[in-house]
């Protein structure tokens, strides 16, 4: 794709403030649909640079417990993928500058099915994908249609993603490069500050693209850290975490739900514009 995205344009601020960004993680409809909004509103003023939308799903690989709580609980809510997109929408009605990144699998976009979802996506306002189990051999299936339609899609690159493989993981991926920092599911360890400092030399050397590193990033010093090397650091878990602690005995949200969120993202913003 050539046509500058809202994506490239905020990676482009960044570097031209001299500082890594704060991608946020969320799960859309995480307790319901009314909170999920006000958290969603919230996130650019709180310091989010780049918003990451989890679309709710029963049967995840890659997230860990917390985040699949989150999803459960979306998805008890009511929550389906045009709830998702409609989130996104209102979103825009308030915000045409801060990236949304839709991330999940990709049963719920091939039953929706995958061409309308690319329209809807693009009317709403979406920016991005991630999607975790299409694979680059499965590239004709969505990845070159949602680049067609003016999507970025962005690929993951883990810890055993070795130099043969990488030509290969970066080939179509547009807007930025996730880096796991970890080899496992979201959340479930911390990151090797050190091992992840080499890694994103290791992935900065093969690619312009900029490169966010994320899962098992919890607190600001963390991510502080990790921002000193990567252009922007993605935080899920610890948020969606403190949505949970904040709910009642009845599993709803209470006056504290949205500030837990915020707060947290204030904290990690702060941090990171220390780096």
Do not use: W
Not at 69 to 80: D, E, P, V
Not at 182 to 194: L, Q
């Amino acid at each position: 794709m050539s046509k500058e995205t809202r994506i490239d344009r905020r990676f482009a601020k960044l570097k031209r403030d001299g500082r890594p960004g704060l991608v946020t993680f969320v799960t859309a409809g995480d307790p319901d649909f009314v909170t999920s909004k006000k958290i969603l509103l919230g996130l650019p003023q709180a310091g989010a640079d780049v918003i990451e939308l989890g679309m709710p799903f029963s049967d995840p690989m890659a997230d860990g417990p917390a985040i699949q709580a989150a999803s459960l609980r979306a998805l008890k809510s009511g929550q389906k993928m045009r709830d998702t997109l409609a989130l996104v929408a209102e979103f825009r009605k308030t915000d045409n500058d801060t990236p949304i990144v839709l991330m999940g699998y990709y049963n719920p976009i091939y039953v929706y099915p995958g061409p309308a979802f690319l329209a809807d996506a693009v009317a709403a306002g979406v920016d991005g994908l991630i999607v975790v189990d299409l694979p680059p051999e499965a590239d004709d299936e969505l990845c070159i249609p949602a680049a067609q339609a003016g999507l970025n899609f962005i690929r993951l690159a883990t810890p055993t993603t070795d130099a043969k493989r990488l030509p290969t993981v970066l080939r179509n991926t547009s807007g930025f490069l996730y880096y796991v920092s970890i080899t496992g599911i979201t959340g479930a360890a911390a990151p090797d500050v050190n091992s992840v400092h080499t890694q994103v030399r290791r992935i900065k050397a093969a690619t312009a693209l900029p490169v966010a590193v994320g899962f098992g990033v919890k607190s600001p010093d963390q991510a502080k850290a990790l921002g000193e090397v990567a252009d922007a650091v993605v935080v899920g878990s610890a948020l969606v975490g403190a949505i949970e602690k904040s709910l009642g005995a009845d599993g709803r949200s209470t006056s504290k739900t949205v500030p837990a969120v915020l707060d947290l993202v204030g904290s990690l913003a702060a941090a990171l514009r220390a780096a």
